[in-house]
C-alpha cells in the first residue's frame, strides 16, 4: 500500500465508557487532515447514530462473507456484535489523510501485525472502576444489564494497556484531549503541521 509518509494512524482505545469515541471526534472536529476510521459492525443502531457515519450497519451473514474474502484488517466479536475495519477504505483515506481509529484492544493486535502501517496507539483509562460505571450509566445507550457487562469486561480489558504506546487516565476530558494533540503533533513529520479547521 503506498500512501503519504507524512500521514499517520492513530488508535484510541479503552474500556467502554472511558472516553474514546467522545476524543475521537473532538479530534475530527478540530483537525482536517484527521479522518475517522469508520468500522462495519453487525450491532443494532442506538437512536443517535447513522449508517455511514457512525458504523456501516450489516447483516451476521454480511459480515462473516467479508470476514472469509479477507476483506478486514481487523475484525472483533465484542458483546456479541461484530466490529471491522475495511482494509479498501482505509487504503484509499490514508493516501490523502490522517486516521483515527476507534477501536479495542482485539482490532489493535491484529492492525499491529500489518508492519506498513504507520500506527500510534494510546489507550485511555478512567480514574477508577466506579467513575467508568458512573460514565456509562450517565450516557444513557445502554440497559442496566449491559451497563454491568461492559463494567464487568473492565478487568480484561485493562490487561491489555502494555500493547500500546501511550497510557493516559482520563480524569479530566480537556487534559486528556491536550495530551492526545502533543502525542499527534510529536509523532507528525516535523516539516508537516496538519491544519486546523478555521473556526
Not at 469508520?38 to 447483516?59: A, L, M, W
Not at 478486514?72 to 490514508?94: P, Q, R, S
Request: charged share 30%; with cysteine.
Amino acid at each position: 500500500m503506498n500512501h503519504d509518509s507524512k500521514n499517520i494512524m492513530v488508535i484510541l482505545s479503552s474500556p467502554s465508557g472511558a472516553g474514546k469515541t467522545t476524543i475521537t471526534k473532538k479530534i475530527q472536529q478540530k483537525y482536517q487532515s484527521f479522518k475517522i476510521s469508520v468500522s462495519h459492525t453487525t450491532r443494532k443502531p442506538r437512536p443517535n447514530e447513522i449508517d455511514g457515519v457512525d458504523y456501516y450497519f450489516v447483516s451476521q451473514e454480511r459480515f462473516k462473507k467479508l470476514v472469509s474474502e479477507g476483506k478486514f484488517y481487523e475484525y472483533a466479536k465484542i458483546f456479541d456484535n461484530y466490529y471491522g475495519t475495511l482494509k479498501e477504505t482505509v487504503n484509499e483515506m490514508i493516501k490523502k489523510n490522517d486516521i483515527i481509529f476507534d477501536i479495542d484492544w482485539q482490532g489493535t493486535q491484529q492492525l499491529s501485525k500489518f508492519k506498513n502501517l504507520k500506527l500510534i496507539k494510546i489507550y485511555l483509562i478512567p480514574p477508577n472502576k466506579d467513575e467508568l460505571r458512573e460514565r456509562l450509566i450517565k450516557r444513557n445507550q445502554d440497559s442496566p444489564q449491559e451497563v454491568e457487562r461492559r463494567y464487568k469486561a473492565y478487568d480484561k480489558d485493562i490487561q491489555h494497556w502494555k500493547d500500546y504506546d501511550y497510557i493516559i487516565i482520563n480524569e479530566n476530558l480537556e487534559n486528556c484531549y491536550k495530551q492526545i494533540e502533543n502525542i499527534i503533533s510529536t509523532n507528525k513529520d516535523t516539516s508537516f503541521k496538519f491544519s486546523q479547521k478555521s473556526q
